[in-house]
């Protein structure tokens, strides 16, 4: 089992990036991200469920980030907009069969290597 994630790197504030989460190995009911800054915990930022395609974001996320899948790629994305200095941290990508919303780090059995989202002021 192997989630890949990509897409990171340095932007300035009000930019965009999409970070890139591809799966391989099994197939998992739902996806999420989360993301840790320095010094801090990790905490969610968006999920979705895979069959149905429903997301659910955390407030920090809500009008700027969308989470999204391409079946066909077995990929989850992260598309983020008008990012602000406070998103900078290192994004993961997480899975798990669970089919409710799970927003805690330890609802998450599988995790992929972070990737670095730097926003610059």
């Not at 300035?12 to 970070?19: C, E, I, N």
């Not at 200095?85 to 780090?105: N, W």
Request: charge should be positive; aromatic fraction near 12%.
């Amino acid at each position: 089992v192997q989630l890949q994630a990509c897409g990171g790197g340095l932007v300035q504030a009000g930019g965009s990036l999409r970070l890139s989460c591809a799966a391989s190995g099994r197939a998992f009911n739902r996806y999420a991200w989360f993301r840790q800054a320095p010094g801090k915990e990790r905490e969610f930022v968006a999920t979705i469920r895979w069959s149905s395609g429903s997301t659910y974001l955390a407030n920090s996320a809500k009008g700027r980030f969308t989470i999204s899948r391409d079946n066909a790629k077995n990929t989850v994305y992260l598309q983020m907009n008008s990012l602000e200095p406070e998103d900078t941290a290192v994004y993961y990508c997480a899975a798990d069969y669970t089919i409710t919303i799970v927003t805690t780090v330890r609802g998450y059995e599988y995790w992929g290597q972070g990737t670095q989202v730097t926003v610059s002021s």
